[in-house]
């Protein structure tokens, strides 16, 4: 076996991987990043709420 036949084989088994995880892991990746994109979500939700809560009381001190 040459290093031409090598590279070949190579080259086909990354083929083959790649076309493996575009088919069957697609799911897989489209569900992990909608869960990432859920939480991420909630997280600036709360962020949200703890800054306009946090403005609301340095609004109380400074009018006093």
């Known amino acids: 076996m040459n290093?031409?036949?090598?590279?070949?084989i190579v080259l086909w088994l990354v083929l083959g991987w790649?076309?493996?995880?575009?088919t069957f892991r697609t799911k897989d990746w489209l569900?992990?990043?909608?869960?990432?994109?859920?939480?991420?979500?909630r997280m600036m939700k709360g962020l949200g709420h703890a800054a306009k809560g946090g403005l609301w009381l340095a609004g109380r001190f400074l009018k006093k």
């Open 18 to 22: 790649v076309i493996y995880m575009m």
């Open 3 to 8: 290093s031409v036949q090598l590279f070949q």
């Open 31 to 41: 569900e992990l990043e909608r869960s990432n994109r859920e939480r991420n979500d």
